[in-house]
């Protein structure tokens, strides 16, 4: 579904992606980790283009992502924000229509339909005229979710999407993506939850200093005695 | 000094409430054109210049910003009472014969246009970076993000200055009595020049804009408390 070829990326002189390949494959849950600053954001961010890469290419479906329209694509590979990143301006449901109503043109009733099913999917069905201010840190990042899966992407992108939440706010977070993950829908998650990327991925890759150290399945990555740099990691996660 | 002052109200009342007419329309229409103004030059100020952009977009943005820019440094940069007669007397030596009140309008909106035009920028520049990357990433290109997420949120964070530039106004509307705008001030500089009352005819002026001033501080805190937004004191513009 997305293949990555000699992707690198600097900012100023400071070389963040050294020249990473990847697949992802559909219906394939994959959790990139690593420390912080070692690129797994700034990776991701390049997939739908918000962040410019400098060399390498990426393909989705087939095609490159620079020869789509920006948007188009954008619509079809959602993203989710460590800082959730909700509309301040727009109530629950405003948030989740307003891509429905000015992307893909739906009536303000058909989009109201579609996301209140959304919203129920990740048990906000009840908040929909909330301010979305007045909500936990946990029921903000489902509401970033359900927005996300409002444009039925083919992919969806979750950076970090648990880090910025206490304990309790982040299990709630996890159910939703363990419930996603279970109805095959692509997903690619910087994770720093070992256990629920373990739990949950078909496939972990851990990336150090911009360089993909180690791409394989968690049961082989968490028990790998043999790469020094993922060993130091996990034994401080 | 009391029994002078009831007399002035007393026999210029009417006048009085002609000028207070023509102050609130001043300072009310002028803000609103003002504002609408704003809305404009701060969508051309905050204008980013991509490296991508084809050559024709990236001169058409940088004229824009020059002109806005320009056009701010300007207004701030000179007195209301100086461009009132410049705008003034220059129409009317093209042969543009307009009305006090008209050049006086035309002043008072472009002068608040030049404050809220920085005022707005700062509120654009306020709304978080994420809001303008969780719009991109759902497919909104960056003129409906602009216009859907980003100025929404920039107007209600900048609503405590944009009213507090209709306060101003009220009171700054005074100077537009230099191109013989009747408004509250000029009226009380009639009342003291017929009975050399000066000190009693301004106390009346300060009395009325001060009731206007007070009460439209009041209707807007009422606002504020509405939209949920914070109170800002802040210094006067002019």
């Keep these: 579904m997305i293949k990555i070829n000699g992707l690198k990326k600097s900012f100023n002189n400071n070389q963040v992606l050294k020249g990473i390949d990847l697949i992802f494959n559909e219906k394939e849950v994959v959790s990139i980790i690593g420390e912080s600053g070692s690129g797994k954001s700034t990776l991701l961010r390049c997939i739908n283009l918000l962040e410019n890469y400098d060399e390498g290419k990426i393909m989705f479906l087939g095609k490159d992502i620079k020869d789509y329209d920006i948007n188009n694509l954008r619509s079809n590979v959602g993203m989710v924000f460590q800082q959730f990143n909700l509309f301040n301006n727009l109530n629950v449901i405003g948030n989740c229509t307003i891509g429905l109503i000015k992307v893909q043109k739906l009536s303000k009733k058909e989009a109201e339909i579609k996301a209140i099913e959304k919203l129920n999917l990740v048990g906000m069905g009840e908040f929909l005229y909330h301010n979305v201010n007045s909500l936990s840190g946990g029921q903000k990042q489902r509401v970033a979710i359900a927005r996300a899966l409002c444009l039925e992407p083919k992919v969806i992108l979750f950076d970090e999407p648990t880090s910025a939440l206490d304990p309790k706010n982040v299990n709630e977070v996890l159910n939703v993506i363990r419930n996603l993950a279970k109805s095959g829908i692509t997903m690619i998650i910087v994770t720093h939850e070992m256990k629920f990327a373990r739990e949950i991925s078909d496939r972990i890759i851990y990336v150090d200093k911009g360089i993909i150290e180690i791409d394989d399945t968690p049961e082989a990555v968490f028990s790998n005695t043999e790469n020094e740099s993922i060993k130091s990691f996990l034994q401080y996660s | ?238």
């Design chain 2, 1 to 238: 000094m009391i029994n002078k002052i009831i007399m002035i109200i007393r026999e210029f009342w009417p006048q009085f409430v002609e000028g207070l007419k023509v102050t609130v329309l001043l300072a009310l229409i002028g803000t609103i054109i003002g504002l609408i103004i704003a809305l404009i030059f701060s969508a051309l100020r905050v204008v980013k210049i991509n490296k991508n952009d084809k050559i024709h977009i990236k001169i058409l943005k940088n004229i824009g910003l020059l002109f806005v820019k320009t056009y701010v440094t300007i207004f701030r940069g000179t007195p209301m009472i100086v461009q009132a007669v410049i705008f003034y007397y220059s129409f009317y030596q093209a042969g543009i014969k307009w009305s006090a009140f008209a050049a006086g309008l035309f002043t008072i909106s472009l002068n608040t246009a030049a404050y809220l035009t920085e005022v707005l920028r700062g509120g654009i520049e306020s709304v978080d970076k994420g809001q303008t990357e969780a719009a991109r990433s759902i497919g909104l290109s960056s003129s409906k993000t602009f216009l859907y997420i980003i100025f929404p949120q920039a107007l209600k964070n900048s609503f405590a200055s944009i009213g507090n530039e209709l306060i101003v106004n009220i009171k700054d509307s005074a100077v537009l009595s230099v191109i013989s705008v009747i408004d509250v001030f000029s009226v009380a500089d009639s009342a003291a020049g017929k009975y050399f009352l000066f000190i009693e005819a301004m106390l009346v002026a300060a009395g009325i804009y001060l009731v206007l001033t007070y009460s439209t501080a009041k209707i807007l805190q009422l606002i504020e408390r509405k939209l949920g937004v914070e109170t800002k004191e802040m210094v006067s513009s002019n």
